[in-house]
């Protein structure tokens, strides 16, 4: 291939400038697409979309701090991909929300400050024990899967677009969380154990990601109202939950507003952690 049909090649992928690390394989969007494609959303489409973006780019950090760490050579590597899969939904809704305020994927990561994040207060826990990990990625991934499903639908074509990638990915996650479930609810009694004091420590951030906001109201057919998807989510994780011998846990509901700018003790270390470098070498790149 001469340098005319690479160019061209790179040109059906968006960026023209792109390097061979950016390209995704097939024809799907990348953030970089996005942020020369020209589709401007609305202050209330981008405000939604930082709303998934935050949730993703959280949770994104918690699961890579699993590198290394993980309980096996197998799991340290999945674990980071999976991680590598939210980060790219992160990066994906952030810079399609900041199209909106002329600001980059970059600009909202570093330069925002805790009270500014949206993110839900279960994706912003501790990772706590392996169990507490999974169940994590089970409640979490069992609810973003159904909702970029519905997502996938929405009359944001952009927001589609990036959820119709997001969901196959998802997919794989949800799998994930459920196998490793149901090996550990069944398998030894300190195992099983560990997999319901997880729940225990974790169900009381349930209730808010179900929680409606106005500006869900206001994007009718954009956005996807959370109490929409209670019962089938509910549906699915009780028959995990059967099938690896664990029970819903009778705890109460945390009064949570991560939505509203109200974090948890935890959000503060996160940003600490994840902003350092940008706020030491401002204007720094690779």
């Known amino acids: 291939m ?12 968006g960026d023209a400038l792109a390097s061979a690390t950016r390209v995704t394989p097939g024809n799907a969007l990348r953030p970089e697409d996005i942020a020369v494609g020209g ?14 973006g935050d949730d993703a780019l959280i949770l994104a950090q918690r699961l890579s701090h699993w590198i290394s760490r993980a309980p096996e050579l197998e799991e340290d590597i999945a674990l980071g991909n999976i991680a590598l899969d939210v980060l790219g939904h992160a990066r994906s809704f952030l810079t399609y929300a900041g199209l909106a305020w002329d600001k980059t994927e970059d600009d909202l990561a570093y330069w925002r400050e805790e009270d500014d994040f949206t993110s839900l207060w279960i994706v912003e826990q501790p990772n706590g024990h392996f169990g507490v ?12 899967h159904l909702l970029y499903s519905k997502l996938t639908e929405s009359a944001d074509e952009t927001l589609a677009a990036i959820c119709a990638k997001a969901v196959k990915e998802v997919d794989y996650h949800r799998d994930h969380a ?6 550990l609810g069944l398998g030894t009694e300190e195992s099983a154990a560990k997999m319901r004091h997880a729940l225990e ?15 869900h109201r206001k994007l009718d057919g954009i956005a996807v109202l959370p109490s929409s998807l209670r019962e089938d989510w509910d549906k ?35 940003l600490a952690e994840m902003q350092v470098l940008a706020r ?7």
């Open 280 to 286: 030491k070498h401002p204007g720094a790149s690779w």
């Open 178 to 183: 459920i196998q490793w479930t149901v090996r």
């Open 39 to 52: 589709a401007k959303p609305s202050e209330d489409v981008a405000r939604y979309a930082l709303t998934l």
């Open 2 to 13: 001469n340098h005319d049909e690479l160019d061209a090649e790179l040109d059906s992928f």
């Open 133 to 144: 990990t999974i169940i994590r990625q089970l409640i979490v991934s069992i609810f973003q």
């Open 236 to 270: 699915e994780i009780t028959a995990v939950l059967a099938d690896s011998g664990l029970e819903i846990p009778k705890t109460g509901q945390a009064m949570a507003n991560g939505r509203g700018g109200e974090h948890s003790e935890h959000l503060g270390f996160i």
């Open 201 to 215: 420590i974790l169900w009381p951030y349930v209730d808010e990601m179900f929680q409606d906001q106005e500006l």
